[in-house]
């Protein structure tokens, strides 16, 4: 696991835990937890 790169747009880099580098791009690791809130903030 790797920290967010910092191109990497602020709204995702809020809801992921970090990176894993795959062959020919990024695989970014959520924070489920966090998506949730989101969502739930979404809908208020």
Do not use: E, M, Y
């Not at 995702?12 to 990024?26: E, I, K, Y």
């Amino acid at each position: 696991l790797q920290p967010n790169p910092v191109h990497l747009d602020p709204r995702w880099a809020s809801l992921s835990h970090g990176v894993h580098q795959l062959n020919a791009t990024l695989l970014v690791i959520l924070n489920v937890d966090q998506v949730l809130q989101f969502d739930i903030q979404q809908a208020a």
